[in-house]
Nanobody, 129 residues
Framework: QVLLVESGGGSVQAGGSLRLSCEAS????????MGWFRQAPGKEREFVAA????????????VQGRFVISRINARGPNGKDMVFLQMNKLNPEDTATYYC??????????????????WGQGTQVTVTS
């Protein structure tokens, strides 16, 4: 069973930083594409960033230069993969619930939510002005 658990959300003032974490367990994720999406109240879920060992990274224009996605691959059959989203220079428009997602194909850094098979429960990020 695949399980993704996000953490690290919270409230921060504009200009501040947060680091989100996603713990992946149940399968070896080293070849998966891992992504971050977000959804603000009343809005559709939108792509934030993705990372594939084959392709590299991709960012939404709105976060390019401010956010960084990274990962630590598990070591051993009982290890856990970690994916991080370092968010800098946050502004109120970044307020949303952030979701970690996994695409088992690992062949692209897709920005479509439908391409991702596994999802976490989300973590709330609130940026105050």
């Amino acid at each position: 069973q695949v399980l993704l658990v996000e953490s690290g959300g919270g409230s921060v003032q504009a200009g501040g930083s947060l680091r989100l974490s996603c713990e992946a367990s149940g399968r070896l994720f080293s070849t998966y594409t891992m992504g971050w999406f977000r959804q603000a109240p009343g809005k559709e879920r939108e792509f934030v960033a993705a990372l594939s060992w084959r392709v590299g990274t991709r960012y939404a224009d709105s976060v390019q230069g401010r956010f960084v996605i990274s990962r630590i691959n598990a070591r051993g059959p009982n290890g856990k993969d970690m994916v991080f989203l370092q968010m800098n220079k946050l502004n109120p428009e970044d307020t949303a619930t952030y979701y970690c997602a996994a695409d088992p194909s690992g062949t692209s850094v897709n920005d479509r939510a439908s391409s991702y098979e596994h999802w976490g429960q989300g973590t709330q990020v609130t940026v105050t002005s």
